[in-house]
Every structure is written in structure tokens, then in C-alpha cells.
């Protein structure tokens, strides 16, 4: 299933097992060619949702840390999830990395999003936020597809 069409959801967690746990079941909404644009800060809760993720398509779990360093990373799976980090690069140079060309070859989960300039439309949007020591709220939303009302 696509983001197209579907309405933002916050979920709640207060630990990074209940965090995973939310990629893990966001794992069965996705489809080949899905991007899913992870935001949030520093220690927010966007690697443990792709642990979880990797988790849910049947990937191993245990492997997954965030690819700051190496920039991309692969999991397979039911898909073949596509893990990018761009926290260390400019926008500019999001566009040498062809994340629009992994994302046709199964799953892409980016996380610091914000430093691409011009994702797909029609990419999940996942937002965390920090609501506490521990706790934090996951907005789960779609990107608009090009043609349609936001």
C-alpha cells in the first residue's frame, strides 16, 4: 500500500523496543518502490524504526545501525530495504547517491531527510519527536503525490 490518499498518525512510545515494535508493524504497509523520509533529532528513534522495519520484512534486525559513515546500507528481506543516512552530506550531494534508483529496486528508508531536496512524491513521511527523557511521538503521514491537494 502507498502513502497516497491515507491521513498523519501519531503513535506514542516510551522505550526503543516500543519504537522498533512500530516499524516492525509499519513493515506490512509497505510496498516495492516505497520511500519512507524519516526526520527527527540526534538519538530520536529513527534507526531503531528501520531495526524494526528490517525486523517486519524479515531481514535481520541484529545488522541494522545507522549508516552515517557508509551512507547506505542493505537488508534483505520479503524487499530489500535500502537503509541511507544523510546527516553528513549537503543536499547537494544527496543527488550522486541515485536514491531514486534504489528506491525502484525495493524499499528506501532515509533517514535526515530534510537534505533531500527533491524526494518522490507519494514517500511516507515519519517524524519523530522527543515528548520527554523517554517518551516520543511518531507522526506518521503521507507526502502528497504530484497532482494532488496537500
Not at 500500500?1 to 512500530?22: D, K, N, P, Q, Y
Not at 520484512?57 to 537488508?75: H, K, R
Amino acid at each position: 500500500m502507498t502513502a497516497s490518499g491515507l491521513r498523519a498518525r501519531t503513535i506514542h512510545t516510551t522505550s526503543e523496543s516500543e519504537t522498533s515494535a512500530v516499524g516492525e508493524a509499519f513493515a506490512a504497509r509497505v510496498a516495492p518502490g516505497d520511500v519512507i523520509l524519516l526526520f527527527g533529532d540526534l538519538g530520536a528513534g529513527k534507526t531503531a524504526f528501520v531495526r524494526g522495519l528490517a525486523r517486519g520484512l524479515g531481514a535481520a534486525d541484529a545488522e541494522v545501525t545507522s549508516p552515517t559513515f557508509t551512507l547506505v546500507q542493505e537488508y534483505r528481506g520479503r524487499l530489500t530495504l535500502y537503509h541511507a543516512d544523510l546527516y553528513r552530506l549537503a543536499p547537494p550531494e544527496v543527488v550522486d547517491l541515485g536514491l531514486d534508483e534504489l528506491a525502484a529496486q525495493g524499499l528506501l528508508a532515509v533517514e535526515w531527510a530534510e537534505r533531500w531536496d527533491d524526494p518522490p512524491p507519494g514517500a511516507w513521511t515519519i517524524t519523530f519527536e522527543h515528548e520527554g527523557d523517554r517518551q516520543r511521538a511518531i507522526v506518521i503521514a503521507p507526502l502528497p503525490r504530484e497532482g494532488a491537494e496537500a
